[in-house]
């Protein structure tokens, strides 16, 4: 059996969002660090991640979350994450992600900070 | 406290590519039919899932095959609980060796968390491993609060 992620790519003016649909797992993580890698080698310098209808995550799709993470401080940029279920929230904070990107609650509190807005 | 099993099942899953959802979502329709919340129900689908990505890269067993046993009783209060065994048979292994070189490599090093994030989304864990496999026991109570005080 298979669980695909999809990821959906919204560029705007000052970066980015992703919308992720699915399990992120080793594969997921990985197309989740493809369509990033693309946009960081284009230039963008913020990427927000909207889980929102990602409703499972393990710790090894979570390992290579942190490892775009990384990628973008190297380049000065910044990774963010928002809609996450609250076991999903839990799961972060636990395996060290929060610690190096900032959790929104809701899309819009995420854009307004970003200045992600359309 | 007495323990009187509502409802039972058993499954034999293949090591396939994430077969883990199935055993996830096997549990959770079982932990929903005594009524647990949907909140404690997706925390113990994460540990579920953590358990059988182990197994599945670790264990080396010949058979490739997960076994799992899910049961849900009812607390002293009336709220839901539900036992996971999750066994393979494969090489076994050492957990406080496994902690200990976990802890050595530091926060630094993404993976290894899996025992980490089990014990966080569950009450009670239990590893027990030897040369013949291993065995992860796992308890999630709607009410964590009223196993302390029973």
Known sequence: ?118 | MTMTAERQMELTLPMVPDIEIAAARAAGNLAREVGMSAERIDEMAHAIIEACINAREHSGCADQRIYLRFVGTYQSDGNPRIDVWITDHGRGFDLAEARTRRQKLGPAYKRGRGIQLMEAHMDEVEIISGTAGTTIHMVKYENPADEKTS
């Open chain 1, 1 to 118: 059996m298979t669980e695909e992620l999809r990821v959906a790519v919204d560029r705007r003016p000052a970066g980015a969002i992703l919308h992720t649909k699915g399990y992120i797992n080793n594969v997921g993580g990985e197309e989740i660090a493809n369509r990033a890698y693309e946009l960081m080698d284009d230039g963008v310098k913020v990427i927000l991640l909207n889980l929102k209808d990602t409703k499972i995550v393990n710790s090894i799709g979570i390992s290579i979350l942190i490892e775009i993470i990384e990628k973008m401080m190297e380049k000065g940029g910044r990774i963010a994450f928002c809609c996450l279920t609250p076991v999903i929230h839990k799961t972060f904070q636990i395996m060290g992600l929060a610690n190096y990107a900032t959790i929104y609650d809701s899309e819009d509190a995420a854009l307004n900070d970003l200045n992600l807005k359309a």
